[in-house]
């Protein structure tokens, strides 16, 4: 089956460290997304690619940077992690669906990655 | 600031009835609409979208659009415990790839 693969699904470390997220995916959609999931925060947006060349920051950028590696590859990485940044985060990738006039983006959301700083 | 807000909950229904989510968004440009399931642990799953005004069915789920008070709602008919989850309301524009969320109401199916 197409699907959208997340590494690691469970880190645990410490304030200051380099940490990278990774996604795959083989549906074969060009735009892909980064996600965290805060309770009570529902999910935010951090960087959205809509092809290889394309990298464009979302609502909550700062302290992340990411790198498309190739179409299916997008990663995520935070330079120095900080406890505030302890989150699930979630990758997406997306296709426009529907027809003429009723076209819609549909997002596919890979499994999570459970991230604590301590 | 585009926003989508949602009753956090939790909203607890009992097995076999009617479940009634509801989702505000503040942006008149917005004009598609969705809704997602998310079990707890486990990534969101879409399971209705919905751009014209009234009413999109879907087996048990029906997705009601009203444009005109801003407001998306979500009917789960004949509820069953393996709909109890957070469901998240999401928004866009034609053209826009990104989607804004609202933080999700929990819902509860009590047999």
């Known amino acids: 089956d197409a699907d959208v693969t997340q590494t690691p699904r469970n880190r645990i470390t410490k304030t200051g460290k380099r940490i990278m997220l990774e996604c795959s995916q083989t549906?074969?959609?060009?735009?892909m997304y980064w996600y965290r999931q805060d309770p009570g925060l529902g999910l935010r947006l951090i960087y959205y690619?809509?092809?290889?060349?394309?990298?464009n920051k979302g609502e909550i950028s700062d302290g992340y940077s990411v790198s498309r590696q190739a179409q299916a590859k997008f990663s995520l990485s935070l330079e120095s992690a900080i406890p505030n940044q302890t989150a699930l985060y979630f990758c997406?990738?997306?296709?426009?669906?529907?027809?003429?006039?009723?076209?819609?983006?549909?997002?596919?959301f890979g499994p999570g990655t459970r991230l604590t700083v301590l | 600031q585009k926003e989508v807000e949602q009753n956090s909950g939790p909203l607890s229904v009992p097995e076999g009835a009617i479940a009634s989510l509801n989702c505000t968004y503040s942006d008149r440009g917005s004009q598609s609409f969705f809704w997602y399931r998310q079990y707890s642990g486990k990534s969101p799953e879409l399971i209705m979208f919905?751009?014209?005004?009234g009413d999109k069915e879907d087996g048990r789920f029906t997705a009601q659009l009203n444009k005109a008070s801003q407001y998306v709602s979500l009917l789960i008919r004949d509820s069953q415990p393996s709909d109890s989850a957070t469901y998240l309301c999401?928004?866009?524009?034609?053209?826009?790839?990104?989607?804004?969320f609202g933080t999700g109401t929990r819902l509860t199916i009590i047999p």
């Open positions: 999401a928004v866009n524009y034609f053209g826009n790839e990104k989607l804004t």
């Open positions: 549906k074969g959609h060009d735009r």
């Open positions: 919905i751009y014209s005004n």
């Open positions: 997406a990738t997306s296709v426009l669906a529907g027809g003429l006039g009723s076209s819609y983006n549909e997002q596919f």
């Open positions: 690619s809509f092809d290889v060349k394309d990298i």
